[in-house]
């Protein structure tokens, strides 16, 4: 299979398995990945844009097809603003990779919860909260999406990634490296 093949399909099974895993949790537990406040559990798969370039559309393609559920609950921007944030957040991871403190990507695993704290704080404040856009408004709704990606990022993300590397599932899994250009 040649390179742009397999970038296609990294991409395609990663955004199949972020939304997957968004779906099951929303049905498992019930606005625990849609609301203000979230512990999305999916995504922990961000640590993939530290080894694999195609995690960067697969992710931000599973975040669009993940947020559809949210249309129907009347929020169709998230599909778009989050969307952003992670295609944001995971282009900044990657390119953050190699800044490490220790043998830890400190930066890099902080990329979700800056992005989304500000992407998703201020369609939150913006669209959402009746009355003018307020900076206080904006700080809490943006904390509020910031802590849940913080709290996903370092804790299952930091298991996942230090697993990965331990056991050479960066190399086992992304051989060749699919997509990188360097």
Known sequence: MNKRNKFIAATALIAALYAALTYAQNFLLPGTATMAVQFRVSEVLNVLALFIPAAIPGLTIGCIIANIYSVGSGLPLDMIF??????????????LRKAKIGKYPLFAMLMPAIWNGIIVGWEIEHFFIDGPFEWSGFLIQGGCVALGELAVMLT??????????????????????IGENG
């Open 82 to 95: 989050g969307s952003i944030a992670t295609l944001g957040a995971t282009a900044s991871m990657w390119f």
């Open 156 to 177: 299952l993300g930091t298991i996942l990634y230090f697993v990965m590397i331990k056991h050479g599932l960066d190399r086992k899994l992304f051989s060749n490296r």
